[in-house]
């Protein structure tokens, strides 16, 4: 049996690996394993919960979205394929667990619960990240046998 091709993902960040590599797992069997990159990069920070809220004082509009960017290039040659998800909410005081960044203060549209209160398999369902994941996925499988 042939070995699976790799993709790698460049995070310090293991739980957004872990979330990354259950969202790829779930649905169909894929030709390719994710492995995480060890790469030492200048990163942009995501603005931590408190941040989102104090930046929402004075607005009585709470519309958000949530928006994750994947980039995606088979090679050093190839110029990077960008998937793009969106998961419109809104930002409200924080509930649920604080172990996973902004999830306490976003409500996706539609519930009634933040990401942090929502089942992890339900919000790996309709979170930005899998949003964009699902977008990656297609592609791959739609141009793994080129």
Same mark, same amino acid.
């Given at each position: 049996?042939? #070995?699976?091709?790799?993709?790698?993902?460049?995070?310090?960040?293991?739980?957004? &690996?872990?979330?990354?590599?259950?969202? %790829?797992? *779930?649905?169909?069997?894929?030709?390719?394993?994710?492995?995480?990159?060890? %790469?030492?990069?200048? =990163?942009?920070?995501?603005?931590?919960?408190?941040? %989102?809220?104090?930046?929402?004082?004075?607005?009585?509009?709470? #519309?958000?979205?949530?928006?994750?960017?994947?980039?995606?290039?088979?090679?050093?040659?190839?110029?990077?394929?960008?998937?793009?998800?969106?998961?419109?909410?809104?930002?409200?005081?924080?509930?649920? $667990? *604080?172990?996973?960044?902004?999830?306490?203060?976003?409500? $996706? =549209?539609?519930? #009634?619960? #933040?990401?942090?209160? &929502?089942?992890?398999?339900?919000?790996?369902?309709? *979170?930005?990240?899998?949003?964009?994941?699902?977008? %990656?996925?297609?592609? &791959? &499988?739609?141009?793994?046998?080129?």
């Amino acid at each position: 049996m042939a #070995t699976p091709a790799k993709v790698f993902f460049a995070t310090g960040n293991k739980k957004k &690996l872990e979330e990354v590599t259950a969202i %790829l797992a *779930s649905g169909q069997a894929l030709p390719f394993v994710v492995e995480a990159a060890k %790469l030492d990069l200048p =990163e942009l920070q995501a603005s931590r919960r408190a941040g %989102l809220l104090e930046c929402g004082v004075g607005f009585e509009d709470k #519309t958000a979205y949530a928006q994750c960017i994947f980039a995606y290039t088979p090679g050093p040659d190839y110029e990077p394929i960008v998937f793009v998800g969106r998961t419109p909410g809104r930002i409200v005081a924080a509930r649920g $667990p *604080s172990d996973f960044g902004w999830d306490p203060v976003f409500e $996706p =549209e539609g519930f #009634t619960q #933040t990401y942090a209160e &929502l089942d992890k398999g339900v919000k790996n369902t309709i *979170s930005h990240r899998y949003r964009s994941l699902d977008l %990656l996925r297609t592609y &791959l &499988l739609e141009h793994a046998s080129k």
